[in-house]
């Protein structure tokens, strides 16, 4: 018998006489890994979309409006104990529009330095200064707005902190600093320049939320904009609080609901300024497999005012009515064609969909949209004017059915894209202000986000 194959009884022989050794040999525990002080996560974002427009401005003849918009981002994320730095480049632009005013811009998206910590039980917080990405609840007020280009980011200081289901935030962000600018001033002969002071553009906000159930959230909003004078806007002085609340959740597994309401004080140049609005939105799914179908109820409401001005053109208010929308992402609330803004309007949407929860999802959405006040004002998401101040003694106050289908499917875990169709046929009031040609949107979006470690 070979030597080696004597030794394996007898070692498990004198395992079994001195079990300690044997005990001893598995008690021993292993080496700890080491706790890495300092981590470092480096990302990238490419970001496409081809888009065309039929009857963009609604005017007759006019030609499609076809785009390439791109982003492409850089980032890196540098971790030590409690200090976090983020540091975000970001280059957006329209392709084929170089040399044209506004063509694209390479610069910070965000960049800040952050600390945070957590003490006794479930409580934590952090303060982040710098430009960073601010959203609230489902960015009806305040969001990133990630369908435009170079989305939007805040100069700001936030500090949140958190006891286990109850949490506070507080926000402040510089718009516009305070500076002095010049003007022309005709009243001299020769014509001068006349210096005009203004205190800048701010906004200040808190945020009391609690999530003590999935059948039962709450959040509770305030925010304060303030802007002065530009040298774009010489007109604007506006001072708007907004006091608000969302209730949502999930009562039941595959059906959830999500409710919002805002009311609103203040002055918009010499007017004072009173507003409102509201949105809820019921959506349940079928617990099936693979694929689940569900439905979508949702409506949305805010107030106007009537504008005195001419017809289609200005909107000189005798009050200051319109809700002001702060700066939202309103592209997925109110129809992919981005029609309406939340000002001066009513939204009644059903939807149908089908999604495998993850990486499918396929939808079909009508939507009625009507304006609130019917001689106000009809602006788009972005708060373009698009008419006002039709006759009101038309009772149809509509603007408009619109239609949508989207496919978004997650083709790597990476990689998503979505193409989507919106087609928008005024009627009524819409008719009048915009004429009766229909308006037609068709997308290819693709996105591929990377970051290490995953």
Known sequence: MPASACLVPLLLL?????????????????????????EFEPGVMVWLRAQ?????????????????????????????????????????????SRGETQEGAVGFHQGWAQVSGR???????????????????????????PWAPQARSFDAISLSGQVRWVGLELIYAMMERPRTFGVPDESTMPPGELDVHTPGAHLAGARLFATPHPAFGIELMALLDRA????????????????????????????????????????LGALEHRAWAGAATLRGQAPLRPVAPGLQLGYAIASG??????????????????????????????G??????????????????????????????????????????????????????????DPDASLGHEVDVLLTAQLLKPLWLQPGYGLFVPTGAGAR????????FVFLWVVLELSYPR
Not at 14 to 34: G, T
């Open 305 to 334: 005012h009537a504008c005195t001005g001419d017809p289609g053109v200005a909107c000189a208010p005798s009050t200051s009515g319109d809700f002001f929308n702060f700066y939202p992402t309103n592209h997925p609330h109110y």
């Open 433 to 440: 202000l915009a004429g009766p040609a229909v308006q037609q």
């Open 14 to 38: 004198l395992l079994w006489a001195d079990p300690s050794a044997a005990s001893s040999a598995a008690a021993d525990p292993p080496e700890p890994a080491p706790v890495r002080q300092l």
């Open 119 to 145: 003490g006794a039980g479930e409580t934590s917080g952090s303060i982040r200064v710098g430009r960073q990405e601010i959203a609230w609840g489902r960015h009806r007020l305040l969001g990133t707005w």
């Open 228 to 267: 002065g004078r530009s040298p774009v806007a010489l007109d604007r002085d506006r001072v708007i609080g907004d006091f608000g609340g969302r209730l949502w959740g999930e009562p039941i597994r595959g059906l959830s609901y999500d409710v919002e309401a805002h009311g609103q004080v203040g002055r």
């Open 52 to 96: 065309a427009r039929h009857n963009p401005h609604y005017r007759a003849g006019e030609p499609a409006a076809i785009d390439a918009l791109s982003r492409l981002r850089l980032q890196a994320t540098l971790r030590w104990r409690p200090v976090s730095l983020f540091a975000q480049v970001q280059d957006h632009r329209a392709w084929g």
């Open 336 to 393: 992919i064609l981005d029609q309406l803004g939340w000002s001066n309007m009513r939204d009644a949407e059903v939807g149908v969909f089908v999604t495998d929860g993850d990486a499918f999802s396929l939808s079909t959405t009508y939507h009625f949209f009507q304006l609130h006040e019917p001689r106000g004002a009809w602006r788009d998401s972005g708060g373009n004017l698009v008419g006002s101040g039709w006759d009101a003694g």
